[in-house]
Nanobody, 121 residues
Framework: QVQVVESGGGLVQAGGFLRLSCAAS????????MAWYRQAPGKQREFVAR???????TYADSAKGRFTMSRDNTKNTVYLQMTRLAPEDTAVYYC???????????????WGQGTQVPVSS
């Protein structure tokens, strides 16, 4: 079994910053990609950022220049440093980990439960 746990959410004022963390644990042989998604009230879940095991990172246009995703493979953890937050960034932020349970086995996608980030104007 694999657990993906986000932390670091909370109320922040517009213009402020916040750092989210996401740790994967459990029956993990290898993690390939990890990513952040978010879901604003009344909207569909959307992609925010993604990083591969090798450290290649891509961002949604809304995150470019403001958000930075980093990864610590020794801890199976990723971070999302968010700056210049705006009310439209208000959402539940979810983390995913693509996990292989054994050598040469298939990869499975695991979602966390999410962490809330309300941004006040």
């Amino acid at each position: 079994q694999v657990q993906v746990v986000e932390s670091g959410g909370g109320l922040v004022q517009a213009g402020g910053f916040l750092r989210l963390s996401c740790a994967a644990s459990g029956n993990i042989f290898r993690i390939s990609d990890m990513a952040w998604y978010r879901q604003a009230p009344g909207k569909q879940r959307e992609f925010v950022a993604r990083t591969t095991n090798g450290g290649t990172t891509t961002y949604a246009d809304s995150a470019k220049g403001r958000f930075t995703m980093s990864r610590d493979n020794t801890k199976n953890t990723v971070y999302l440093q968010m700056t210049r937050l705006a009310p439209e960034d208000t959402a539940v932020y979810y983390c995913i980990a693509v996990v292989r349970y054994r050598d040469s086995g298939p990869f499975y996608l695991h979602w966390g439960q999410g962490t809330q980030v309300p941004v006040s104007s």
